[in-house]
């Protein structure tokens, strides 16, 4: 993509140095002699060279943004050392908490899925903080039973194939940092190991089967023939997956995506025959038959129901998930006393109700405020929760759209690629916007997002530093052309030519870095008047330049550029004078038609403003503005200016409608 900007940097700076020739020259586009032409490619090439220079970002050999090693924006100062050390063993940027945690037993921390990398190294590094100055020895997290059954597996027994299965079912960088959790838990004495407890429903089958196949007993165990089938097709159905899964993750088998054998189809055949025939699959599993019978039952049920709810964009799939997540936290406190914390989606975490939140669920109680408001006041103040702001993402719904800005002066203040905790309560317009919900933000300057949401880093690069468009539009410009419609009236013409323009056009815009620069290319569509026997055609072209600000960095789906431009334009006058009986020779003595051109061609200062409406690929645009003709306004015969021709201007308040796609 920077390739390809520079390109149309490359083509653009081309064309000014073409149209400047043309101007010096007077001649037409078509007919540029290559030895000028290759002059101007030259200059070109170093003129966009020296731009890409100029607005290439210069990387900092300082850890804040530009600033030095620390940078002080109005009250706000922030080092090195008072951000969170993401791979390291330090608790730097955490001590701000070593003062409260004592008061709490249950914390919680609210992500934005998409930033799998920084979010999994947060919930290590949290998980270790608060087992070392809270005594949290139990996590919770958002994923169904099986799969954390499977964790606690892996954990305790290190078993390879457990670990394999786990790194198909999570993120990438998740199984990465359980990798490090096993080592961490192993160092523990046994009193102080973790416990995980998967508290979501069960929303994906693959760790069901996993786990139900887990909970068989070996294959020389005998059966009765009646549970053959379904104990076969088990088993065959977790190898079939392990393998479909390992292709997945293989870049040369793309091809291969997409699985013949549909695993939910399976599993209700399963759900249903285990029905039918309990007491015998009592018998054949023996002592795990309670906890098979619960994944297959209890936990599918739920999956069933959820998954009704979902597909058919009900209310209830919202609401019957965070009451089944509260029920289940609950279910694990008392099975397992003592301090909790989870990392859970940033909707999941607020504390109390909210009317409309940035999921857009609507009178919505979360996990979190469940928790704190569970009968019985247990747990009123013993809730803590910190929830992830990253740079890009700070819109926490409707209410939260002002508060958002105050966030700037900490941003700017913060080294690049960390994390930094602010004190909701020490803030005033932060408290009154967020103190209900959390007590800590998090905030997040790392913008990278994990491997299975890649696609948005390209889109956020694209937005931010390598746009680029390509337009194709309509435009209407007023020209001052009084004194040629003048002096037509006074020749007798009957006919005048209009001072409203329309031409057909071509644009693209391109941003590399802050540097934003867009390019239109147009053609005036051609307009004859009749004066006697001869005709007069007037038509021409425009190639303007724009340097832009952009406005709305944060908004992806819409585009304000304000900015001035530079431009040439050029108007052509063409006279068709007829053959009329007598052999004159202004008439074409030899009785042919007499073609004679006249030039008019300015170079233009532009105050513009762009406005684009982004729908996926698609763009539509609105362009407006008024350039100034800052030329002589003489008409021009064989590259002469006419004193007694009558002055036009090419300068004016212009309009374009624009339709295109963006990248």
Known sequence: MVKLSRLFLAVTLLLQAFVGLAQEKEVLIDSVPSVALDEAVNDAIEAVEAALNESAPKKSTSAVRGLGSSAHVSDVTIN????????????????????????????????????????????????????????????????????????????QTGDSALFSSIDQFAYDEYSSVIKDLKDFNDSLPETQKLYFAAIDIERGVYPIVKLLDRL??????EMDDSLYVDVQSLRSLASYNDFQL??????????????????????????????????????????????????????YNALHQWEEYEENNTVQEYIYREDYMHRRFLEEKSLHPGNWFGQFGRCHTTQELQSNNSCDWFVFNSLANRIKHTKGGLYTNQLLTLTMVYDDDRDFGADKVYAEKMLDKYFYAMPESSLYLVDIRTDSALNVAYGTDFNYLILNTKKERGTAYSYLNASADNSNSDKMKITLGARLQRFDLRNLNQRFSDEGGLELFSEDKTASEFGFLTTDGKFKNATAIGFWFSEDVQIAANTYSLKGFYATSYYL?????????????????????????????????????????????????????????????????NLGWFTLGYHTGYCVDVSNKLWKSNKTHLNLSPEVSLGGFYQTLKLGVNF
């Open 80 to 155: 090195d050392v008072d951000t969170v050390h993401l791979y390291d063993t330090s608790f730097s940027g955490l001590h701000i908490l070593d003062s409260v945690v004592g008061k709490y037993s249950i914390f919680m921390t609210g992500e934005n899925h998409t930033y799998t990398e920084s979010n999994a190294r947060l919930w290590l590094k949290m998980i270790k903080y608060l087992h070392a100055k809270a005594g949290v020895r139990n996590i919770m997290f958002e994923y169904g039973f099986s799969y954390g059954y499977l964790v606690n597996e892996y954990l």
């Open 216 to 221: 068989l007993p070996p294959q020389s165990v």
């Open 549 to 613: 600000m952009e406005m709305l960095k944060e908004k992806s789906w819409v585009d304000i550029f304000p900015g001035i431009g530079m431009g040439y334009s050029k108007l052509k006058l063409n006279t068709e004078e007829s053959y009329n009986g007598t052999l004159l020779l202004q008439d074409g003595f030899l009785g042919e038609t007499k073609l004679t051109q006249y030039v008019n061609d300015a170079f233009t200062l532009d105050a513009t403003l762009m406005a684009d409406l």
């Open 246 to 299: 390992d292709k997945e993750d293989d870049p040369e088998n793309q091809s291969s995506r997409g699985f013949m054998f549909k695993t939910g189809s399976s599993l209700r055949l399963l759900h249903h025959n285990f029905l039918r025939n309990e007491a015998k699959f009592k018998d054949y599993l023996g002592a795990n038959f309670d906890l098979f019978k619960r994944v297959i039952i209890s936990n």
